[in-house]
């Protein structure tokens, strides 16, 4: 038996942080994901300051990270891609703080899947493009 959410359009979207949190999932899909580990090379961890009172108390904590573009094959991002209805997507864009835009990426594995990365700067400059990640 397949669920809904094979038999519908979906996207991809890579988490690196508190997207994989199970008390994240519920609170933004309303259900727990299952996901398979991947990895974005070019980007590293930095470290951001959630100032959102939503935010802090769905994942628990200030304390986030963010992906920046580097453009260094040796930086390397361990992950988990999820498979998202457009509308959990959407959540998920309204989970996410104004210091991260969604942008696609390709993965490791080849995978194109969204991906939340530092907002700050041109997306070209950090060798990601806006749009669907097909």
């Known amino acids: 038996m397949h669920?809904?959410?094979s038999t519908m359009h979906t996207e991809?979207?890579?988490?690196?942080g508190t997207l994989q949190l199970e008390p994240?999932?519920?609170?933004t899909f309303g259900r727990l994901?299952?996901?398979v580990r991947d990895v974005l090379r070019g980007f590293e961890l930095v470290s951001l300051t959630i100032e959102d009172a939503?935010?802090?108390a769905i994942s628990?904590?200030?304390q986030h990270t963010m992906a920046r573009f580097t453009g260094r094959a040796s930086d390397v991002l361990p992950g988990t891609v999820f498979v998202l209805t457009p509308q959990e997507l959407a959540s998920a864009d309204r989970y996410e703080v104004p210091a991260v835009m969604r942008v696609?990426?390709?993965?490791e594995s080849g995978l194109r899947a969204w991906a939340y990365v530092d907002a700050s700067g041109d997306p070209a400059s950090r060798g990601v493009a806006r749009g669907r990640p097909r």
């Open 24 to 27: 994240v999932q519920v609170a």
């Open 33 to 35: 994901l299952e996901g």
């Open 3 to 5: 669920s809904a959410v």
């Open 12 to 16: 991809h979207l890579f988490s690196y």
């Open 54 to 56: 939503k935010v802090v």
């Open 60 to 62: 628990g904590t200030a």
């Open 104 to 107: 696609a990426v390709v993965l």
